[in-house]
């Protein structure tokens, strides 16, 4: 399994950027695919996760309506759509898969659930 993220960068606060993952070496189709942010001196958190098969998805509620997670299952890429990002939004993302085929978004965020985490990419919000 290899996930390899990439759009990271330096954004003003309000500003936009886009993630992406691109997943080898398992069904990306039917597994639940997990953004997960670790902000400096804090552990890994999952912000939002997708679950293609059932065209649903799950943010926590400090990234609800700001990020918008998406799949295109004939690329096996994941991607994270950040808008009107804000400094507490720094730090580094990862994608990640959950460890079984078919689960919810909404279990899917759980970060003990997930098997497999790609590199990271760094995201930093600041004037």
């Known amino acids: 399994v290899q996930l390899v993220e990439s759009g990271g960068g330096l954004e003003q606060p309000g500003g936009s950027l886009v993630l992406s993952c691109a997943a080898s070496?398992?069904?990306?189709?039917?597994?639940?695919m997990s953004w997960v942010r670790q902000a400096p001196g804090k552990e890994r958190a999952a912000v939002a996760s997708?679950?293609?098969?059932?065209?649903?998805?799950f943010y926590v509620a400090d990234v609800r309506g700001r990020f918008t997670i998406s799949q295109d299952d004939a690329k096996s890429t994941v991607y994270l759509q950040m808008n009107s990002l804000k400094p507490e939004d720094t730090g580094m993302y990862y994608c990640?898969?959950?460890?079984?085929?078919?689960?919810?978004?909404?279990?899917?965020?759980?970060?003990?659930?997930?098997?497999?985490w790609g590199q990271g990419t760094q995201v930093t919000v600041s004037s």
């Open positions: 070496g398992f069904t990306f189709s039917t597994h639940a």
């Open positions: 990640a898969t959950d460890r079984d085929v078919n689960v919810p978004p909404s279990l899917a965020l759980d970060s003990h659930r997930h098997n497999y």
């Open positions: 997708i679950n293609s098969g059932s065209n649903s998805t």
